[in-house]
């Protein structure tokens, strides 16, 4: 499929309401919203969720950026349930498609074209879409071409990570699962499936979201010609050092994804496994003195193991 000067050749222009999540990163909202005031598609609405930012960020955007929706929330909601706040504002007016955007991202001018000129071939019979996402710090080396997950060692990573991108990557095809850095999907699609599970507050929602959309028979596409650049980290890093609570979320999320979508004996493949993995993880870190995250990891895998996958 030739998806070159899509933004000509495609009548097709659905209204997308593109949700971002702010929690104290301004300048890296600002930079996403400049690059997105920047395309060419025009049939479309920014909501900036804040997750109760330690400063109000509302005055400076709408400075800047009129247009926006700022919805501030009382409390961190994670990335998760915060999204799930802009997808509501979504539902209730009524646009026909939904992006979840990381606000550690600029996009390219034309990136939207190549992902609505998929929806609308027929024979694709898409549900969700993402585009190629480069390191912004390398900006011709993947980040992301939608992910894979291994159930045999239990992890999920994204396809092709730190390869140079040398025109390799030009067919679209079919990930096991497409990133919440930035996906595109049917507003009556993630409405029927409640959007992310909010209970997995951030890592492992989007995975999940896919798998979901994946059992009940829809597609989920890598669209390569559309493209953005990543900061990698930039939307959740508070400080130098990964805090404790990123390494309970990662352990707990893990376990609570791979047993949701497993069953019978490879469930308790799952659930072995994991118990031994994550016993070894929180060893090492005991090893070299990170006796906090050691703590974190074995938490994690206790309420992991008692949430109720069947939810």
């Known amino acids: 499929m030739d998806f070159h000067n899509s933004k000509n050749q495609v009548s097709y222009s659905p209204s997308i309401c593109v949700v971002l999540i702010n929690w104290n990163q301004l300048q890296l909202t600002m930079d996403c919203l400049e690059s997105l005031y920047a395309m060419s598609y025009t049939n479309f609405k920014v909501v900036v969720v804040d997750n109760n930012s330690k400063e109000d960020p509302t005055d400076q955007i709408i400075s800047r950026f009129d247009q926006v929706v700022i919805l501030r929330q009382e409390e961190n909601l994670g990335f998760a349930e915060g999204n799930n706040v802009g997808f509501r504002y979504a539902y209730n007016n009524n646009f026909d498609f939904i992006m979840a955007l990381n606000n550690d991202t600029v996009v390219d001018p034309d990136f939207i074209w190549p992902l609505v000129e998929a929806f609308d071939n027929e024979d694709l019979q898409l549900?969700?879409?993402?585009?190629?996402?480069?390191?912004?710090?390398?900006?011709?080396?993947?980040?992301?071409?939608g992910g894979k997950?291994?159930?045999?060692?239990?992890?999920?990573q994204s396809n092709y990570r730190k390869t140079p991108d040398r025109g390799q990557f030009e067919a679209p095809f079919n990930p096991d699962y497409i990133t919440g850095c930035c996906l595109l999907i049917k507003a009556s699609v993630l409405k029927s499936m409640s959007g992310f599970n909010k209970d997995y507050f951030a890592y492992y929602e989007d995975t999940d979201l896919s798998f979901r959309l994946r059992e009940k028979g829809y597609k989920l596409q890598v669209i390569p010609q559309s493209k953005i650049w990543h900061v990698a980290g930039g939307s959740s890093r508070a400080t130098k050092k990964k805090p404790p609570f990123l390494t309970f979320l990662g352990a707990r999320n893990r376990v609570m994804f791979f047993r949701r979508h497993t069953t019978g004996l490879q469930r308790i493949y799952v659930t072995t496994y994991l118990v031994f993995d994550t016993c070894v993880d929180a060893l090492f870190h005991l090893l070299i003195f990170k006796p906090?995250?050691?703590?974190?990891?074995?938490?994690?895998?206790?309420?992991?193991?008692?949430?109720?996958?069947?939810?």
Do not use: D, M, R, S
């Open 127 to 145: 549900t969700a879409a993402t585009p190629k996402i480069y390191f912004k710090h390398l900006p011709n080396t993947i980040w992301a071409l």
């Open 149 to 156: 997950v291994n159930f045999l060692k239990l992890k999920g």
């Open 292 to 311: 906090t995250h050691a703590k974190e990891y074995l938490k994690g895998l206790i309420q992991g193991l008692k949430y109720n996958h069947e939810l």
